[in-house]
């Protein structure tokens, strides 16, 4: 495993919409073991696959101790509705509250090439959608309020 530079704001890569992975092979594998260890290294949450450079729709998640990694997600429900403040590794420092629903229901693969589903509510809800957005060039500070840096 590698830690990846972290692409930062600004980088037109972050608005471009990513693409289908259309094999999982064993460089899918390491860029998810890579992207695993760069979010855990930066204190993230969540990680996708556009945030190191790969304009492929994936994403990593930790949340409660357990790891989720989604391959060519697809929201498939969602309920409710929280406006929290969401941060994110291509912007430290910074927080703005974003409009998100209160649950989630996301589809995916996982690197065995199996389907995965996968519910979320709370934090969990608002990294899938964080992330997911992240696959089609929606970066949180895109659509937040209230966007302001915050002393560390
Ligand atoms: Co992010």
Redesign the pocket.
């Known amino acids: 495993m590698a830690l990846r530079k972290i692409v930062m704001e600004g980088d037109p890569i972050l608005e471009k919409k990513a693409r289908e992975v259309t094999e999982i092979n064993g460089r899918i594998c390491m860029i998810l073991d890579d992207m695993l260890e760069t979010m855990r290294e930066n204190d993230g949450v ?1 990680l ?1 696959a556009p ?1 190191v450079g790969i304009l492929r729709r994936m994403f990593v998640v930790e949340w409660e101790d357990k790891v989720y990694e989604l391959i060519n997600p697809e929201i498939l429900e969602t309920s409710g509705s929280v406006c929290e403040d969401e941060g ?3 912007l430290p420092g910074f927080f703005g509250e974003v409009e998100r629903p209160a649950y989630v229901k996301i589809a995916g693969l996982n690197r065995q090439g199996e389907k995965v589903i996968y519910e979320g509510t709370g934090m969990l809800a608002k990294a899938f959608c ?2 997911n957005d ?1 696959l089609d060039g929606i ?2 500070w895109t659509k937040a309020k209230n966007l302001r840096r915050v002393e560390e």
């Open positions: 969540g996708a945030q994110c590794l291509s964080h992330e992240h970066p949180y």
